[in-house]
Nanobody, 130 residues
Framework: VQLVESGGGLVQAGGSLRLSCAAS????????IGWFRQAPGKEREGVAC????????HLADFVQGRFTMSTDTAKSTVFLQMNSLKTDDTAVYYC????????????????????????WGQGTLVTVSS
C-alpha cells in the first residue's frame, strides 16, 4: 500500500485547510484508514479514522465539530476537512492504513485509533498562526 498526503500549509487561526491522502495498492477491501498528527515535542495523536467495510468513522474529541473525514472511493482518496483551525492544531499530519478503526481514550481524551497499523504516508505539515 502506498499513501501520499497533500494539502498542508500555513493558515491563520480560524481558517480552513483540506488534506488529501491518495491510497493505492490495497490487497483487501477490509481496512481502516485514518489521520494522525504529531506536534514538536508531543506524542502522536489519532485525529480521525474510518473502516472501509461499514464506513464507521471516529473523530478525536479535540476535533469534534471542526474536522470531518470523507472518502472518494472511486479515486481511492480520503480527505480531512479542517475548519476553525487553532494554533494547537499545528503539527505534521500523517495518513495511515491498518485494521479496526475505533476510539481509544488517552487520559480523558478520546482519540481515533487503528489497531493494526501497516503503512504510513510521508506526512504533510500544517501550521496555524495566531
Amino acid at each position: 500500500v502506498q499513501l501520499v498526503e497533500s494539502g498542508g500549509g500555513l493558515v491563520q487561526a480560524g481558517g480552513s485547510l483540506r488534506l488529501s491522502c491518495a491510497a493505492s495498492g490495497f490487497t483487501s477491501d477490509d481496512y481502516a484508514i485514518g489521520w494522525f498528527r504529531q506536534a514538536p515535542g508531543k506524542e502522536r495523536e489519532g485525529v480521525a479514522c474510518i473502516n472501509s467495510a461499514d464506513k464507521s468513522a471516529h473523530l478525536a474529541d479535540f476535533v469534534q465539530g471542526r474536522f470531518t473525514m470523507s472518502t472518494d472511493t472511486a479515486k481511492s482518496t480520503v480527505f480531512l476537512q479542517m475548519n476553525s483551525l487553532k494554533t494547537d492544531d499545528t503539527a505534521v499530519y500523517y495518513c495511515a492504513v491498518g485494521r479496526d478503526c475505533s476510539v481509544k481514550v488517552v487520559g480523558d481524551v478520546g482519540q481515533a485509533y487503528i489497531r493494526y497499523l501497516e503503512r504510513w504516508g510521508q506526512g504533510t505539515l500544517v501550521t496555524v498562526s495566531s
